[in-house]
């Protein structure tokens, strides 16, 4: 008898638990649908159409698994004037490229430039994007490393290979602030392995990049690039102990680059035509061994042209 009724307690027992377990399991799910999971704010439209910008590189990255082709052309300066119709009969410098997205937000590329016939690599990464009532800016990396192909007699009696190496970093900063107007800055190094009279070993750079949207698919562009000495050679530092770090003045090799252009662009194309004063189109030369001072009238006509497949 005693067993029955230690049997039947023990039922009793087991019964109310899972009763008050079931409830509490309920209020529980209850509770976690009633509390909605925080969601992200949408995404703020790309500030710029396309990953490149006259010379410079912007926060853009095509979407995952499309590859892009570029054609970058300089003409030569229109000092000249008719003599070589301001310059497109001049010398030119012209770079060709293709870059793939493997996944989102990561672009890698290569290219070949026609002068010191510089062989580069680069990737691209942007790691935050600006969000309507989130994030105000979209941040991205952009660096390279290229190969300067030219004579090994360019460098010299102490030749090494590692002296035909360049390198470039930059972090930019982006922002759309209207329908029309979208703006970018952009802080970068640039060292070479070895270099002559024409270029800088280390040069720092601030950029800054303007956008105005005047149509559906056409922009005016303008963009302004300050160079900063950052030199360590010991004959440099003799010769210039006080400008070792400096903003490059129009008595130093590197002058600043001005860029004034027009932008149109559809789903698959972009084509940008510009007046500027740098010709090195690789970020690192474009910096480090402009030598033609915009402000003096050393001006050339440019154009780029992108065109995308997405598989």
Not at 18 to 44: I, M, N, R, Y
Not at 226 to 250: C, E, G, K, L
Request: with cysteine; proline share 4%.
């Amino acid at each position: 008898m005693n067993k029955n009724i230690a049997m039947t307690l023990k039922k009793i027992t087991l019964s109310i638990l899972f009763f008050f377990s079931g409830l509490v399991l309920a209020f529980a799910q209850e509770a976690t649908d009633s509390v909605a999971a925080p969601t992200k704010k949408p995404l703020e439209k790309k500030p710029f159409e396309s990953g490149i910008f006259v010379d410079y590189q912007t926060v853009e990255v095509p979407t995952a698994k499309t590859l892009e082709f570029n054609l970058e052309h300089r003409f030569g300066t229109i000092q000249h004037k008719w003599t070589d119709i301001w310059g497109l009969w001049g010398a030119s410098n012209i770079r060709l490229g293709l870059n793939f997205t493997p996944v989102k937000n990561l672009m890698i590329g290569l290219g070949t430039t026609k002068n010191h016939m510089v062989q580069d690599l680069q990737v691209k990464y942007t790691f935050l994007h600006q969000r309507k009532g989130g994030a105000p800016l979209t941040i991205g990396y952009y660096g390279n490393l290229a190969l300067d192909a030219s004579d090994r007699k360019v460098f010299g009696l102490d030749y090494k290979f590692t002296d035909r190496f360049s390198w470039y970093h930059e972090f930019m900063f982006a922002r759309r602030f209207c329908k029309m107007f979208s703006m970018q800055i952009g802080l970068a190094y640039s060292h070479f392995n070895k270099t002559d009279t024409s270029k800088m070993s280390d040069v720092a750079s601030i950029s800054v990049l303007g956008r105005l949207k005047v149509s559906p698919q056409s922009s005016i562009m303008i963009a302004f690039e300050q160079p900063i000495i950052m030199n360590y050679d010991p004959a440099f530092v003799v010769r210039y102990p006080n400008h070792w770090m400096t903003v490059q003045s129009s008595s130093m090799q590197t002058c600043q680059n001005v860029s004034i252009g027009w932008e149109i662009s559809t789903s698959t194309h972009t084509f940008q035509i510009f007046m500027e004063a740098a010709n090195g189109i690789v970020p690192q030369y474009t910096t480090a061994t402009n030598t033609n001072n915009f402000w003096n009238g050393f001006i050339l006509f440019g154009f780029n042209l992108t065109r995308l497949w997405t598989f």
